[in-house]
């Protein structure tokens, strides 16, 4: 069930419609957000899918580009998508939330708004800096915890969401003592390891062999970090590294 409609004009915030959605999907599942490039799948009609999203959403976030405005006469047309799905929001009684998009986005005023959409004019917005998206997103996923309490939240629960760009660290037919760097203070950023014995995979840092008896092949390549305590140490030693999640920038 979608929680999150993202409504937004192509050619004007179906960039940071996409990084919106990008980030809420991570934080809340793809399954809550819903957005029509992404949603709606091939050969499937729209205007009942876009209709059936907003009447089951909690919440429709407008994003609204610095050209927003210039689409006038579009907006004066009573089937244009971008004015139905709000006009549906403002209907179901749906919260509805402008997005600013860029510093050059002003608030609406009423005077460019048809009659049926003013009221967009007087909700209170939030502005997007394109210049700092990170900020940006964490700020309407935080709106979007607070206004829909229902969605699972990660965050505010004191658990970190899945990152798309992550490293990971791991330790692979290891007999011995294997210790996360959490439990040592000072500059260590990995993994140690005593008495290992096979392949042993490591993250980001520097790397350091402290070791008394180190013996067996070892290749570092990247950033790895590996400090070895006391023990003797067998086998091929090498970081690896995860692939950064590629996504698509969809638009409509």
């Given at each position: 069930m979608s929680k999150v409609f993202i409504n937004y004009r192509t050619g004007d915030g179906e960039k940071t419609a996409a990084l919106i959605d990008q980030e809420l999907s991570r934080r809340f599942g793809?399954?809550?957000i819903f957005r029509a490039s992404k949603?709606?799948?091939p050969g499937e009609a729209y205007p009942e899918a876009l209709l059936a999203a907003l009447r089951r959403s909690s919440l429709l976030l407008a994003v609204v580009g610095p050209d927003w405005t210039n689409f006038r006469a579009r907006l004066q047309e009573p089937e244009d998508w971008v004015r139905r799905e709000i006009e549906e929001a403002f209907a179901c009684e749906l919260p509805?939330?402008?997005?600013l998009d860029g510093r050059k986005t002003n608030r609406?005023?009423?005077t460019d708004l048809p009659p049926e959409l003013a009221r967009l004019a007087d909700?209170?917005?939030i502005p997007f800096d394109t210049h700092d998206v990170e900020t940006g997103v964490r700020r309407i996923g935080d709106l979007v915890a607070e206004m829909v309490p229902g969605l699972r939240d990660p965050v505010r629960a004191g658990k970190t969401p899945?990152?798309?760009d992550a490293v990971t660290n791991s330790i692979g037919d290891v007999g011995g003592t294997a210790v996360q760097s959490h439990d040592f203070t000072g500059d260590v950023g990995g993994t140690l390891v005593k008495d290992s014995h096979?392949?042993?995979h490591t993250g980001n840092g520097h790397i350091y062999q402290n070791s008394r008896h180190v013996s067996g092949d070892r290749h570092f390549s990247g950033n790895g970090m590996t400090y070895f305590e006391s023990g003797d140490n067998h086998g091929p030693i090498q970081p690896r590294f995860g692939e950064p999640d590629r996504r698509e920038d969809d638009s409509r």
């Open positions: 793809p399954e809550h949603s709606i799948a509805v939330v402008p997005i609406l005023k009423r909700l209170q917005s899945p990152v798309s096979g392949p042993v």
